[in-house]
């Protein structure tokens, strides 16, 4: 069983930077992907980005594609989403999904695909 834990929520400001991580404690297949979505208040959870384990592949939604950054530590078997040039709208609970496989270019964003969640972090940004 893999347990993501999600860290690094809080309260910021628009422009401000902010990192999350998440740790993948218990048994894990090594060659799955990770990957980040966020639920706004009201509104349906949606993927964030993704990362190919181990090889670093990585997937953005277009709406963070370049100012998020989503990277990992093999060693450390953690996973990172680096948010920069934060706004308004990037309100939202952070959760890191982890499947047992490598999953195929189409299916990253597909939550469904993803067989381990964590319970979330809460950013919220505002003025």
């Known amino acids: 069983q893999v347990q993501p834990v999600e860290s690094g929520g809080g309260l910021v400001q628009p422009g401000d930077s902010r990192r999350l991580s998440c740790a993948a404690s218990g048994r894990t297949a090594g060659t799955g992907t990770r990957a980040w979505f966020r639920q706004a208040p009201g509104k349906g959870r949606e993927f964030v980005a993704s990362i190919r384990w181990p090889s670093g592949g990585t997937n953005y939604a277009e709406s963070v594609k370049g100012r998020f950054i989503i990277s990992r530590d093999s060693t450390l078997n953690t996973v990172y989403l680096q948010m920069n040039t934060l706004k308004l709208d990037d309100t939202a609970v952070y959760y890191c999904?982890?499947?047992?496989?490598?999953?195929?270019?189409?299916?990253?964003?597909?939550?469904?695909?993803?067989?381990?969640w964590g319970r979330g972090t809460q950013v919220t940004v505002s003025s």
């Open positions: 999904a982890v499947a047992n496989s490598r999953l195929i270019l189409s299916r990253v964003r597909d939550e469904g695909a993803y067989d381990y």
